[in-house]
C-alpha cells in the first residue's frame, strides 16, 4: 500500500490536470478579443499532464486587417481582405461571421469575432468588432517573446565558441559576423 501511494497521488493530480476548464461566456464581436489565462496551480498541474498541442480554430483578424475594411466594399473585396467567412448562413446571407479561438497548450484560450453586415447590393453595411491584437502580438502569443528566442541563440552560439550572427538590413537574423 505504501508504495502505490505515490503512483496514485501521480494519477489523480494527472487527472485533475487533464480536466478541462468550464466553458466560458459566448464570445461578442463589439467586446474584441478576450483572453483567459490559467492560474499558477493549473500551471503547476499542467507539468503532471500530457502534451497538449496550441489548436488554432476560425478566422485571424488583426486590427491592422479592420483598419482597411470599409463600409461599401463589395463581398469579394471582403473576402480577399479578412479571408472566406467560417460561417455564412444561408437564412443570414447578408451578416459574415469570423470567429476565432486559440487555446494554448498551457491552458490559456484567446477568442474573438468580427461579424460584417452587408446591404441589398452586396456592399459593407457596417461590421463589428473591435479591441482586436494586432499581427506582431499574435505572432508573439503563438511564438513567444522574440526577444527571449534571440537571447537563447546568442547564449548558446557563444556556449559553443560560434561567432555570433549579424542581421541583415532587413532585420532577419541571418548571416554570419566576420
Same mark, same amino acid.
Request: net charge positive.
Given at each position: 500500500?505504501?508504495?502505490? %501511494?505515490?503512483?496514485?497521488?501521480?494519477?489523480?493530480?494527472?487527472?485533475?490536470?487533464?480536466?478541462?476548464?468550464?466553458?466560458?461566456?459566448? =464570445? =461578442?464581436?463589439?467586446?474584441? %478579443?478576450?483572453?483567459?489565462?490559467?492560474? +499558477?496551480?493549473?500551471?503547476?498541474?499542467?507539468?503532471?499532464?500530457?502534451?497538449?498541442?496550441?489548436?488554432?480554430?476560425?478566422?485571424? =483578424?488583426?486590427?491592422?486587417?479592420?483598419?482597411?475594411?470599409?463600409?461599401?466594399?463589395?463581398?469579394?473585396?471582403?473576402?480577399?481582405?479578412?479571408?472566406?467567412?467560417?460561417?455564412?448562413?444561408?437564412?443570414?446571407?447578408?451578416?459574415?461571421?469570423?470567429?476565432?479561438?486559440?487555446?494554448?497548450?498551457?491552458?490559456?484560450?484567446?477568442?474573438?469575432?468580427?461579424?460584417?453586415?452587408?446591404?441589398?447590393?452586396?456592399? =459593407?453595411? *457596417?461590421?463589428?468588432?473591435?479591441?482586436?491584437?494586432?499581427?506582431?502580438?499574435?505572432?508573439? *502569443?503563438?511564438?513567444?517573446?522574440?526577444?527571449?528566442? +534571440?537571447?537563447?541563440?546568442?547564449?548558446?552560439?557563444?556556449? +559553443?565558441?560560434?561567432? +555570433?550572427?549579424?542581421?541583415?538590413?532587413?532585420?532577419?537574423?541571418?548571416?554570419?559576423?566576420?
Amino acid at each position: 500500500m505504501k508504495r502505490s %501511494a505515490p503512483l496514485l497521488a501521480a494519477m489523480i493530480l494527472a487527472g485533475c490536470a487533464s480536466k478541462q476548464a468550464a466553458p466560458t461566456a459566448p =464570445v =461578442v464581436a463589439s467586446q474584441g %478579443a478576450q483572453t483567459t489565462t490559467v492560474t +499558477q496551480l493549473q500551471k503547476f498541474m499542467w507539468f503532471f499532464s500530457p502534451y497538449r498541442p496550441d489548436i488554432q480554430q476560425g478566422n485571424f =483578424v488583426s486590427q491592422e486587417m479592420m483598419a482597411q475594411l470599409k463600409v461599401g466594399m463589395t463581398k469579394d473585396q471582403v473576402k480577399f481582405l479578412l479571408g472566406t467567412p467560417l460561417m455564412a448562413d444561408v437564412f443570414h446571407g447578408d451578416r459574415w461571421d469570423y470567429p476565432f479561438r486559440l487555446a494554448k497548450g498551457n491552458g490559456e484560450l484567446t477568442t474573438s469575432a468580427v461579424v460584417v453586415y452587408f446591404d441589398k447590393d452586396g456592399k =459593407v453595411e *457596417r461590421f463589428e468588432g473591435g479591441n482586436l491584437p494586432t499581427e506582431q502580438e499574435y505572432i508573439a *502569443r503563438i511564438a513567444g517573446p522574440i526577444k527571449a528566442f +534571440q537571447k537563447a541563440e546568442k547564449a548558446a552560439a557563444e556556449a +559553443q565558441g560560434q561567432p +555570433q550572427r549579424a542581421p541583415l538590413p532587413s532585420g532577419q537574423d541571418t548571416g554570419t559576423a566576420k
